[in-house]
Nanobody, 125 residues
């Protein structure tokens, strides 16, 4: 099992920035990808960004491309999501996920068996 704990969410004004963190523990060696997904009220969960641990390959949703950066700290087994120029439509619960997958599937939520509890991000206009 892999345990994931997100932090860093909060309330920010439009145009502001937040950095989310996702600390992993447990059998992390059984995974090679980390993803960030989000779910707004009344909407389905959607992909935000993902990274393959060993290669560092990344992917971003079109809606956040250019405003969001995913990165990893190998020593701390932590993944970060730096979000800049935030918009009210970025308001959602943000979830971190972990999986053993490949570059063809690491943007798909169904590829991820391990999920954190989520952290709320609220962007006011």
């Amino acid at each position: 099992q892999v345990q994931l704990v997100e932090s860093g969410g909060g309330l920010v004004q439009a145009g502001g920035s937040l950095r989310l963190s996702c600390a992993a523990s447990g059998r992390t060696s059984s995974t090679n990808a980390r993803g960030w997904f989000r779910q707004a009220p009344g909407k389905e969960r959607e992909f935000v960004a993902a990274i393959l641990w060993n290669s560092g390959n990344t992917a971003y949703a079109d809606s956040v491309k250019g405003r969001v950066t995913i990165s990893r700290d190998n020593a701390e087994n932590t993944v970060y999501l730096q979000m800049n120029s935030l918009k009210p439509e970025d308001t959602a619960v943000y979830y971190c996920a972990a999986a053993l997958t490949n570059s063809y599937r690491f943007t798909l939520s169904g590829s991820y068996p391990y999920w954190g509890q989520g952290t709320q991000v609220t962007v006011s206009s």
